[in-house]
């Protein structure tokens, strides 16, 4: 098997067979994932936090 190291981000685009319009489609797909990743964060944090000031998480008891 052949090694890859030392092989450089062109060479290795070039090896995938990897275009230019396929890579910003590949970069756009990751940002909305972690924009999407962030929003969800962002709204359990929030919840959290309206919860333990108004008080409204309820404990469950069995």
Known sequence: MRSHHGIG???????????RA???EIAVAVSLTL????????AIWATD????REGVATVHSN
């Open 22 to 24: 396929r890579i910003i």
């Open 49 to 52: 936090e309206y919860e333990m």
């Open 35 to 42: 924009a999407a990743l962030l929003f969800v964060g962002l």
């Open 9 to 19: 981000i062109r060479a290795e685009v070039r090896r995938l067979g990897l275009t």
